[in-house]
């Protein structure tokens, strides 16, 4: 981070024309401020050269100003741009975005050394247990680059997970927390993609999964892993997808 080099007036003023939100993800905490342009190459301390981010969105940021720009801020994953484009996969994607941008092939080989460096980051801090995901799980606060269970949420999760072992179906609580003024983490309603993404995510259990890494997380468990298995167990039965890594 480099926050020290912008004077706070650059910092308000970056913020609000940022409507208080991570400039990638629209993320509203942890937000820092990052050069567009690096110092090294000519960047300045302006606005214009100020961009918001959060801080996951930071450490991920390309150095390179052109990738910083017409990729890494259009798009705030891998999926997102290859659901933007119709594809199957980030190569077609890539392709795409080449020719849509009119770019030589030299542009698209600088991304993908930078995404290199950037999976490597992410595989070291997965063998770690690290949280790795953008914004937070409903359950969950994000400080200091660490998940901290929520109070008033994770009660929910576990109520979540308690009726649907019950018995009730995803529309059914989904109904019941509306029917309660429970919001979601947005401050929006609940419905069944949201309890099943729930349902299937073992962040609430204590694990981290990345890329076929699954490791015990530096965050606290909601619920244990015994609870989330069970889980599982009820998904499959009723013809869903339930959770397909390794416990360990």
Request: proline share 4%; hydrophobic share 30%; aromatic share 10%.
């Amino acid at each position: 981070m480099r926050e020290k080099d912008f004077t706070d007036e650059v910092k308000k003023a970056a913020l609000v024309r940022a409507n208080f939100k991570c400039e990638r993800c629209w993320r509203t905490d942890g937000l820092e401020f990052h050069h567009k342009a690096p110092i090294s190459r000519g960047g300045d301390y302006n606005l214009n050269n100020c961009i918001v981010l959060c801080h996951e969105c930071h450490r991920l940021a390309p150095n390179d100003p052109f990738l910083l720009e017409h990729l890494f801020l259009k798009f705030a994953s891998i999926k997102e741009m290859i659901q933007y484009y119709g594809v199957k996969s980030e190569q077609q994607a890539l392709e795409k975005w080449k020719i849509e941008t009119g770019l030589q092939k030299e542009p698209v080989d600088r991304y993908q050394s930078h995404r290199s460096l950037v999976k490597e980051k992410m595989e070291e801090k997965a063998k770690k247990g690290a949280y790795l995901g953008f914004g937070h799980p409903y359950g969950y606060d994000y400080r200091n680059n660490k998940l901290i269970t929520n109070p008033v949420e994770a009660p929910i999760v576990k109520k979540i997970y308690e009726l649907y072992i019950k018995g009730w179906s995803l529309g059914k609580i989904a109904s019941y927390l509306k029917k309660n003024k429970i919001p979601t983490k947005k401050r929006g309603k609940w419905d069944k993609t949201k309890i099943s993404n729930i349902l299937k995510n073992p962040l609430y259990c204590g694990l981290v999964d990345w890329n076929g890494i699954v490791k015990d997380g530096q965050h606290e468990a909601i619920i244990d892993k015994t609870t989330f298995l069970e889980a599982q167990k009820v998904l499959g039965s009723r013809s869903g997808k339930p959770y397909g890594g390794l416990m360990s």
